[in-house]
């Protein structure tokens, strides 16, 4: 089992940053990929950003490129996602994700969620 907790949500001005993190315990020593998604009120839950464990591998939803960078610290268990130019539609619950590849990570173990807003 993989326990996966985020942190670093919170409100946010339009145009703004936020980090989340993410940290993995329990059956860490598995090479999980790594990602988020996210889930806006009223609609389904959407593919944001993956990352391999070794980082070689990483994707990221259109919606997102150019703006969110995904990366990893093995040592420490953790991976984030910088989110930087933010706007009103990156209003989300944002959920961690740990899989067997970049490609499955939403068929593995997940997070609780935080809640991230985008203000104008």
């Known amino acids: 089992q993989v326990q996966l907790v985020e942190s670093g949500g919170g409100l946010v001005q339009a145009g703004g940053s936020l980090r989340l993190s993410c940290a993995a315990s329990?059956?860490?020593?598995?090479?999980?990929?790594m990602g988020w998604f996210r889930q806006a009120p009223g609609k389904e839950r959407e593919f944001v950003s993956a990352?391999?464990?070794?980082?070689?591998?990483?994707r990221y939803a259109d919606s997102v490129k150019g703006r969110f960078t995904v990366s990893r610290d093995n040592a420490k268990n953790t991976v984030y996602l910088q989110m930087n130019s933010l706007k009103l539609e990156d209003t989300a619950v944002y959920y961690c994700a740990a899989g067997n590849s970049v490609a499955t990570i939403g068929h593995g173990y997940w997070g609780q969620g935080t809640q991230v807003t985008v203000a104008s």
């Open positions: 329990g059956r860490t020593s598995s090479n999980y990929a």
């Open positions: 990352i391999s464990w070794s980082g070689f591998s990483i």
